[in-house]
C-alpha cells in the first residue's frame, strides 16, 4: 500500500535539510570548506558561462560546498526553488535590482523600506535610468493606483523597518501580475517562521542573513531565493560577475545559527509580546507598536499572514534625542547598538527627520502616514532570548531616568 511521503516539520527542516553526514569521516555537523580552488575535470571551462548547476566545484567565487549547504537549507525552509546567497542583504537586494531592471524600467518600492535599499533606489538606479516611484504598500488602492502605469517590479518589506508597517502580500501579488509585474518580498523581520511570501505569490524572497536566520550577531550575509532558471542566471550575472560572495565561514556560523530558528523565534515572539504590553502600562511611554498587539492598526492582516509576530517591537517617548543618551547610560542588559534579530536585545533610537532627509524622500502624504506611526521618532527594540523580567527590570530602571 502506497502512503503519502509527508514533509518533514520545520524544526526537522531547519536542523536537517541541505545537510548529511560527511560520507570520508562520517561528520555530523556540515563541513566548513575553505578553499578557494578545487580540483577539476581536464574538461572543465574556465568561464562561468561553461558552468552548469550542480556540475561540481571550480571556483569558490562560482560555488562553494559549505555555502551549497546553507543555500538548500534556506530554500527548504522558504519552499523556494531556488537560493543565492551573498556576502550581505544589500549584496542580494542590488544583485535583485540590477537583474531585473533597465533604464527606462519602472520600479515601485514601499516607501517606508531598509534604508539601504531606499537609498540604492534613490541613487544609483536613478541615475542609471530607472524610474523609482515609492508606495505606501500598505494601501492597496494606492498600490493599483501606482499600477495603471507599467512597471517592473513591486517591491515591499513586510513587517517594514522601522515603523512595523505590514503588506497584504497575496493581494498585492494579484495586483502586480494582473498587470504584468514581478514582486519581492523582504521577508527580513518576518523569517520564514512566521511568513513564507512565495507561497502567498511572491516571484522572489530576500533576507538578511545578519539578522534572525544567524542570530548570533557575528556573521555578515544575505540571501535572495526565486525560481531555479533565474537564480541560475543571477548566479553568472550578478553573483560571480559583480562578485558579492558570501564566505564559507560566514556560512557555516548562518548554518549553525537557522539550525535553532524557529526555536528562537518562538521564544523571541514570547519575550516580544510580554514586553510590548510592559510597555503599554509604562507611563513614560506615549505608543508602541508590534504586530502581536491588538492595539497596532494591521494586526488581523498580521494575525493572518505571520504564523510568528517575530521579535521587533517599536515605542515613542517624549523627547526622544534626550530619552536614548538616558537609554544608552542606564541600560545594562540591553545593548544600545544598531542590527537586530541577534541573540542578545538591541535598541536605537530612529529619528523621524534624519529618515526623511536621509532615506525616504516622500511626498508630503507619505510624510503624514510615517509620522502617523513614527511620530517625531521612535526607539527600536529588538527583543532577545534574555528572561523577559530581566528585560522589563532594565527597561523600567533606565525609563525612570527620564
Known amino acids: 500500500m502506497n502512503r503519502e511521503v509527508k514533509k518533514p516539520g520545520l524544526r526537522t527542516r531547519a536542523v536537517h535539510a541541505g545537510e548529511e553526514p560527511d560520507p570520508c569521516t562520517g561528520a555530523s555537523a556540515p563541513n566548513l570548506v575553505m578553499s578557494t580552488t578545487f580540483v577539476a575535470d581536464p574538461g572543465a571551462s574556465f568561464s562561468i558561462e561553461g558552468f552548469e548547476e550542480g556540475a561540481g566545484y571550480i571556483y569558490s567565487r562560482w560555488a562553494n560546498p559549505t555555502v551549497a549547504q546553507l543555500e538548500r537549507k534556506l530554500a527548504e525552509l522558504e519552499g523556494a526553488p531556488a537560493c543565492l546567497a551573498f556576502a550581505s542583504g544589500m549584496a542580494a537586494i542590488s544583485a535583485l535590482f540590477l537583474h531585473l531592471l533597465r533604464p527606462g524600467d519602472r520600479l515601485l518600492i514601499s516607501d517606508v523600506s531598509y534604508a539601504g535599499a531606499a537609498e540604492l533606489a534613490k541613487g544609483l538606479l536613478t541615475e542609471l535610468g530607472v524610474e523609482v516611484d515609492r508606495v505606501d504598500m500598505s494601501d492597496l488602492a494606492a498600490v493599483a493606483r501606482a499600477l ?54 511572491a516571484d522572489y524572497v530576500l533576507h538578511s542573513l545578519t539578522k534572525y536566520l544567524c542570530g548570533h550577531g557575528d556573521a555578515v550575509g544575505g540571501a535572495l531565493l526565486g525560481p531555479r532558471e533565474e537564480m541560475a542566471r543571477v548566479r ?48 513614560q511611554v506615549r505608543r508602541v507598536i508590534y504586530p502581536g ?82 511620530g517625531e521618532g521612535l526607539f527600536r527594540l529588538s527583543v532577545g532570548l534574555e528572561d523577559p523580567e530581566d528585560l522589563m527590570t532594565d527597561l523600567d530602571q533606565a525609563l525612570q531616568g527620564l
Open 148 to 201: 495603471s502605469r507599467p512597471a517592473r517590479l513591486v517591491y515591499i518589506e513586510t513587517p517594514c523597518n522601522p515603523i512595523l508597517r505590514l503588506t497584504d502580500i497575496a493581494s498585492v501579488a494579484g495586483l502586480a501580475h494582473a498587470q504584468g509585474a514581478v514582486l519581492a518580498a523582504d521577508s527580513t523581520f518576518a523569517t520564514p517562521v512566521a511568513t513564507r511570501p512565495l507561497e502567498l505569490g
Open 236 to 283: 553568472k550575472e550578478m553573483l560571480v560577475h559583480v562578485g558579492g560572495v558570501l564566505s564559507p565561514f560566514n556560512a557555516w556560523l548562518i548554518l549553525r545559527g537557522a539550525a535553532t530558528l524557529p526555536l528562537r523565534m518562538q521564544a523571541h515572539e514570547q519575550a516580544a509580546l510580554v514586553l510590548a504590553r510592559f510597555l503599554e502600562g509604562h507611563p
Open 293 to 374: 498587539l491588538d492595539s497596532h492598526p494591521q494586526h488581523a492582516l498580521a494575525a493572518r499572514q505571520m504564523a510568528n509576530f517575530s521579535g521587533i517591537l517599536t515605542f515613542q517617548v517624549a523627547d526622544g534625542p534626550a530619552a536614548a543618551r538616558v537609554l544608552a547610560e542606564r541600560l545594562r542588559v540591553i545593548h544600545y547598538a544598531v542590527s537586530l534579530g541577534h541573540h542578545r536585545s538591541l535598541i536605537f533610537y530612529m529619528h523621524t527627520d534624519d529618515l526623511l532627509a536621509s532615506s525616504f524622500p516622500l511626498i508630503p502624504e507619505q510624510e503624514a502616514a510615517y509620522r502617523a506611526f513614527a
